[in-house]
Protein backbone atom coordinates (compact mmCIF):
# COMPACT_ATOMS: atom_id res chain seq x y z
CA UNK A 1 0.00 0.00 0.00
CA UNK A 2 1.31 3.69 -0.85
CA UNK A 3 1.78 5.70 1.98
CA UNK A 4 2.69 8.98 0.55
CA UNK A 5 4.79 10.24 -2.38
CA UNK A 6 5.66 13.28 -4.81
CA UNK A 7 2.89 12.99 -7.98
CA UNK A 8 2.38 14.90 -11.15
CA UNK A 9 1.71 18.13 -9.14
CA UNK A 10 5.26 18.55 -7.77
CA UNK A 11 6.49 20.11 -11.35
CA UNK A 12 10.01 19.39 -12.46
CA UNK A 13 13.00 22.18 -12.44
CA UNK A 14 12.66 23.53 -15.89
CA UNK A 15 16.20 23.59 -16.35
CA UNK A 16 16.54 20.40 -14.95
CA UNK A 17 13.95 18.17 -16.27
CA UNK A 18 13.76 15.40 -13.74
CA UNK A 19 10.94 13.82 -12.49
CA UNK A 20 9.87 15.16 -8.09
CA UNK A 21 10.72 12.99 -5.80
CA UNK A 22 10.05 12.61 -2.60
CA UNK A 23 13.55 13.03 -0.89
CA UNK A 24 12.11 12.83 3.38
CA UNK A 25 9.57 13.64 5.07
CA UNK A 26 9.54 15.45 8.55
CA UNK A 27 6.31 16.00 10.86
CA UNK A 28 5.26 17.12 14.08
CA UNK A 29 2.09 17.53 15.65
CA UNK A 30 0.71 21.06 15.24
CA UNK A 31 -2.86 22.09 16.95
CA UNK A 32 -5.58 20.23 15.98
CA UNK A 33 -3.43 18.38 12.89
CA UNK A 34 -0.05 16.83 11.70
CA UNK A 35 1.96 19.78 10.42
CA UNK A 36 4.44 17.93 7.50
CA UNK A 37 7.81 19.06 6.18
CA UNK A 38 7.94 17.26 2.72
CA UNK A 39 11.60 17.70 1.12
CA UNK A 40 11.19 17.37 -2.77
CA UNK A 41 13.54 16.16 -4.88
CA UNK A 42 14.24 18.22 -8.29
CA UNK A 43 17.29 16.60 -9.31
CA UNK A 44 19.87 16.46 -11.21
CA UNK A 45 21.12 12.93 -10.55
CA UNK A 46 24.09 12.53 -8.01
CA UNK A 47 26.62 11.74 -10.85
CA UNK A 48 26.16 14.87 -12.65
CA UNK A 49 26.12 17.21 -9.70
CA UNK A 50 29.29 15.12 -8.45
CA UNK A 51 30.91 16.10 -12.14
CA UNK A 52 29.37 19.80 -12.11
CA UNK A 53 30.63 20.81 -8.52
CA UNK A 54 27.25 22.05 -7.40
CA UNK A 55 24.49 21.16 -4.85
CA UNK A 56 21.41 18.77 -6.14
CA UNK A 57 17.53 20.51 -5.42
CA UNK A 58 15.73 19.59 -2.76
CA UNK A 59 12.96 22.33 -1.90
CA UNK A 60 10.88 22.55 1.10
CA UNK A 61 7.05 22.11 0.96
CA UNK A 62 4.13 21.57 3.44
CA UNK A 63 1.52 19.66 4.16
CA UNK A 64 -0.68 18.02 6.85
CA UNK A 65 -2.74 15.26 8.25
CA UNK A 66 -4.83 14.06 10.86
CA UNK A 67 -3.96 10.69 11.26
CA UNK A 68 0.05 10.12 9.77
CA UNK A 69 -1.41 8.08 7.13
CA UNK A 70 -3.48 10.04 4.95
CA UNK A 71 -1.70 13.76 3.48
CA UNK A 72 -3.13 17.04 2.14
CA UNK A 73 -0.90 19.03 0.48
CA UNK A 74 -3.49 21.81 -1.14
CA UNK A 75 -0.70 24.09 -2.04
CA UNK A 76 2.46 22.71 -4.36
CA UNK A 77 4.41 25.86 -3.95
CA UNK A 78 8.01 25.48 -1.92
CA UNK A 79 7.40 26.77 1.07
CA UNK A 80 11.11 27.32 1.51
CA UNK A 81 12.97 27.51 -1.87
CA UNK A 82 16.08 26.74 -3.04
CA UNK A 83 17.73 30.04 -4.86
CA UNK A 84 20.02 28.30 -7.46
CA UNK A 85 22.26 31.46 -7.14
CA UNK A 86 25.82 30.43 -6.96
CA UNK A 87 27.02 32.46 -3.77
CA UNK A 88 23.48 32.01 -2.00
CA UNK A 89 24.06 29.67 1.28
CA UNK A 90 20.84 28.27 0.39
CA UNK A 91 21.69 27.50 -3.24
CA UNK A 92 20.09 23.78 -3.16
CA UNK A 93 19.93 20.83 -1.53
CA UNK A 94 17.16 22.25 1.35
CA UNK A 95 16.61 20.18 4.47
CA UNK A 96 15.03 21.13 7.69
CA UNK A 97 16.70 20.30 10.94
CA UNK A 98 14.35 19.57 13.47
CA UNK A 99 10.68 18.81 14.25
CA UNK A 100 9.80 20.47 11.99
CA UNK A 101 9.12 24.49 13.39
CA UNK A 102 9.30 25.69 16.72
CA UNK A 103 6.55 28.11 18.00
CA UNK A 104 7.86 31.18 19.63
CA UNK A 105 5.14 33.60 20.78
CA UNK A 106 3.20 34.86 17.78
CA UNK A 107 5.84 33.56 15.01
CA UNK A 108 6.50 30.18 14.00
CA UNK A 109 10.47 29.15 13.56
CA UNK A 110 11.54 26.88 10.88
CA UNK A 111 15.12 26.30 10.95
CA UNK A 112 16.78 24.32 7.94
CA UNK A 113 20.03 23.44 6.21
CA UNK A 114 21.08 24.77 2.83
CA UNK A 115 24.02 24.20 0.38
CA UNK A 116 26.09 26.97 -1.59
CA UNK A 117 28.18 24.02 -3.10
CA UNK A 118 31.53 26.33 -1.84
CA UNK A 119 33.71 25.95 0.75
CA UNK A 120 35.23 28.31 2.54
CA UNK A 121 38.62 27.33 1.89
CA UNK A 122 37.65 27.07 -2.03
CA UNK A 123 36.89 24.15 -2.49
CA UNK A 124 33.84 23.15 -4.78
CA UNK A 125 31.51 20.13 -4.25
CA UNK A 126 28.08 18.89 -4.17
CA UNK A 127 28.02 18.41 -0.34
CA UNK A 128 30.17 21.80 0.12
CA UNK A 129 29.29 25.13 1.82
CA UNK A 130 26.52 23.86 4.64
CA UNK A 131 25.07 26.39 6.69
CA UNK A 132 21.55 26.45 8.59
CA UNK A 133 19.21 29.62 8.91
CA UNK A 134 15.98 29.73 9.87
CA UNK A 135 12.33 31.41 8.17
CA UNK A 136 9.62 32.91 10.15
CA UNK A 137 5.98 33.07 9.48
CA UNK A 138 3.09 34.65 11.62
CA UNK A 139 1.44 31.93 13.92
CA UNK A 140 -1.14 29.99 12.05
CA UNK A 141 -0.22 31.82 8.86
CA UNK A 142 -0.38 29.26 6.47
CA UNK A 143 -3.41 30.79 4.71
CA UNK A 144 -5.51 33.93 4.84
CA UNK A 145 -9.21 35.02 3.55
CA UNK A 146 -8.01 38.06 2.08
CA UNK A 147 -10.28 41.35 1.23
CA UNK A 148 -9.51 44.67 -0.63
CA UNK A 149 -11.57 47.74 -0.77
CA UNK A 150 -14.74 45.90 -1.17
CA UNK A 151 -16.27 43.82 2.10
CA UNK A 152 -15.91 39.90 1.91
CA UNK A 153 -18.04 37.52 3.87
CA UNK A 154 -17.08 34.90 5.32
CA UNK A 155 -19.63 32.11 7.39
CA UNK A 156 -18.37 28.74 8.85
CA UNK A 157 -19.57 25.45 9.48
CA UNK A 158 -21.92 24.74 12.54
CA UNK A 159 -19.78 24.48 15.56
CA UNK A 160 -20.44 24.37 19.20
CA UNK A 161 -17.92 25.42 21.91
CA UNK A 162 -17.51 25.49 25.56
CA UNK A 163 -15.67 28.55 26.60
CA UNK A 164 -17.65 32.17 26.27
CA UNK A 165 -14.75 34.48 24.08
CA UNK A 166 -13.82 34.36 20.40
CA UNK A 167 -10.54 35.29 19.33
CA UNK A 168 -8.98 36.05 15.98
CA UNK A 169 -6.04 36.02 14.27
CA UNK A 170 -6.15 39.02 11.68
CA UNK A 171 -4.28 41.47 9.72
CA UNK A 172 -6.68 44.94 8.80
CA UNK A 173 -4.62 47.77 10.78
CA UNK A 174 -6.16 49.65 7.95
CA UNK A 175 -9.34 47.90 7.13
CA UNK A 176 -11.91 46.75 9.33
CA UNK A 177 -13.52 43.38 10.54
CA UNK A 178 -17.11 42.39 11.79
CA UNK A 179 -18.73 39.32 13.18
CA UNK A 180 -21.53 37.97 14.10
CA UNK A 181 -23.33 35.04 15.46
CA UNK A 182 -25.83 33.01 13.33
CA UNK A 183 -27.89 30.43 15.13
CA UNK A 184 -28.14 26.66 13.21
CA UNK A 185 -31.35 28.07 10.95
CA UNK A 186 -28.74 30.94 9.50
CA UNK A 187 -30.43 34.00 11.59
CA UNK A 188 -28.57 36.29 13.53
CA UNK A 189 -28.53 36.29 17.13
CA UNK A 190 -29.35 39.88 18.08
CA UNK A 191 -27.26 40.89 20.37
CA UNK A 192 -24.62 39.30 18.33
CA UNK A 193 -25.00 40.82 14.89
CA UNK A 194 -22.48 43.29 13.20
CA UNK A 195 -24.30 46.17 14.15
CA UNK A 196 -23.35 45.53 17.66
CA UNK A 197 -20.27 44.02 17.14
CA UNK A 198 -17.11 46.12 18.18
CA UNK A 199 -14.84 46.82 15.12
CA UNK A 200 -11.54 45.19 14.73
CA UNK A 201 -8.43 47.56 13.45
CA UNK A 202 -5.07 45.67 14.27
CA UNK A 203 -2.78 43.53 13.22
CA UNK A 204 -2.67 40.73 15.70
CA UNK A 205 -2.48 36.40 15.97
CA UNK A 206 -4.79 36.72 19.38
CA UNK A 207 -7.68 39.48 18.85
CA UNK A 208 -10.99 38.95 21.13
CA UNK A 209 -14.20 39.93 19.63
CA UNK A 210 -16.20 42.40 21.67
CA UNK A 211 -19.75 42.89 21.10
CA UNK A 212 -21.75 46.36 22.69
CA UNK A 213 -24.55 44.62 23.91
CA UNK A 214 -22.98 41.38 25.38
CA UNK A 215 -20.15 40.82 27.44
CA UNK A 216 -18.96 37.55 25.96
CA UNK A 217 -20.89 34.58 24.38
CA UNK A 218 -21.16 32.33 27.34
CA UNK A 219 -24.98 32.16 26.78
CA UNK A 220 -24.26 30.14 23.38
CA UNK A 221 -21.94 27.58 24.58
CA UNK A 222 -22.70 24.49 23.79
CA UNK A 223 -25.38 25.47 20.99
CA UNK A 224 -24.76 24.79 17.14
CA UNK A 225 -23.80 28.21 15.79
CA UNK A 226 -22.34 29.73 12.43
CA UNK A 227 -19.99 32.90 12.82
CA UNK A 228 -19.67 35.30 9.85
CA UNK A 229 -17.14 37.52 9.24
CA UNK A 230 -17.19 40.68 7.14
CA UNK A 231 -13.57 42.21 6.21
CA UNK A 232 -12.10 44.91 4.14
CA UNK A 233 -8.55 45.75 3.90
CA UNK A 234 -7.06 42.58 5.48
CA UNK A 235 -6.15 38.95 5.49
CA UNK A 236 -7.89 36.94 8.14
CA UNK A 237 -5.87 33.80 9.36
CA UNK A 238 -7.81 31.84 11.84
Not at 7 to 18: A, E, F, T, W, Y
Not at 55 to 63: Q, S
Not at 74 to 83: E, G, S
Not at 148 to 173: E, I, M, W, Y
Amino acid sequence: VFWVNADSLDKPDPLVGDRAQLYSLNAVAYESIILGEFYIHLGPTNNIAEAGKFPKITELKLGFSRDGFHWHRPDRRPFIQATRQKGDWDRAYLHGTMGVCLVMGDELWFPYCGYSGDAENGHSSMYSGASIGFATLRRDGFASMDAGKRAGQLTTRPVTFSGKHLFVNVDCPTGELLVEVLDKEGKVIKPFSFKNCKPTRVDATLQRIEWTSQQDLSSLAGQAVQFRFRLTNGKLYS
